[in-house]
């Protein structure tokens, strides 16, 4: 069974920085892209990265660029998405996909809430 | 603010058809594969539909997509009480270098 499990969201004062984590299991991890996406509270869905299956090729919305990093494990079975100088505005649920070539999101973990406050 | 529009909100009698809209530009919806999700009530989000109009193993054929131009439509007939969702269109923007949600719309059963 394909599986993606979020985990590393929590509570952060503004500044602040975080380190969200999805483990994958179920199939070839090192076969996809792997991306983030974001849901703020009562908002819509926003894309957030894309990372390519070897890690050459890294994509991110314009809101983030410079502040969020998407990395991957391939040896790991893992996607990494570290968020640093963190604003209110980042506070949302955080949901890591598995991408079909950055054309779809085939398959979500279940999402990690990240609150920024003060 | 999203680059592809979607109506925020249908709603049809329990049996009947809903179409969903999702207007987009020539970078695209024009250029690329259109996906749409659903989201149900507090869970996460599904693909429903991919590559515009393919559905994916487990999908009703009471769903189907279509795309026409910088446009692209989601269909859903015989219209139950668990449709009852928020649904997304999505692709990829190749002037943005990056994936692209629909505004999102709701899904009533009257």
């Known amino acids: 069974e394909v599986q993606l499990v979020e985990s590393g969201g929590g509570l952060v004062q503004p500044g602040g920085s975080l380190r969200l984590s999805c483990a994958a299991s179920?199939?070839?991890?090192?076969?996809?892209?792997m991306t983030w996406v974001r849901q703020a509270p009562g908002k819509g869905l926003n894309w957030v990265a894309t990372?390519?299956?070897?890690?050459?090729?890294?994509y991110y919305v314009d809101s983030v660029k410079g502040r969020f990093t998407v990395s991957r494990d391939n040896a790991k079975n893992t996607l990494y998405l570290q968020m640093n100088s963190l604003r209110v505005e980042d506070t949302a649920v955080y949901y890591c996909?598995?991408?079909?070539?950055?054309?779809?999101?085939?398959?979500w973990g279940q999402g990690t809430l990240v609150t920024v406050s003060p | 603010q999203s680059v592809l529009t979607q109506p925020p909100s249908v709603s049809a009698a329990p049996g009947q058809k809903v179409t969903i809209s999702c207007s987009g530009s020539s970078s695209n919806i024009g250029h690329d594969y259109v996906s749409w999700y659903q989201q149900l009530p507090g869970t996460a989000p599904k693909l429903l539909i991919y590559?515009?109009?393919k559905r994916p193993s487990g999908i009703p054929d009471r769903f189907s997509g279509s795309r026409s131009g910088t446009s692209a439509t989601l269909g859903i007939t015989g219209l139950q009480t668990g449709d009852e969702a928020d649904y997304y269109c999505?692709?990829?923007?190749?002037?943005?270098?990056?994936?692209?949600f629909g505004t999102g719309t709701k899904v009533t059963v009257l």
């Open positions: 999505g692709t990829w923007d190749d002037s943005l270098s990056a994936f692209v």
């Open positions: 590559e515009n109009n």
């Open positions: 990372i390519k299956q070897d890690g050459s090729e890294k």
């Open positions: 179920g199939f070839s991890f090192s076969s996809y892209w």
């Open positions: 996909g598995r991408m079909q070539e950055a054309s779809e999101v085939d398959c």
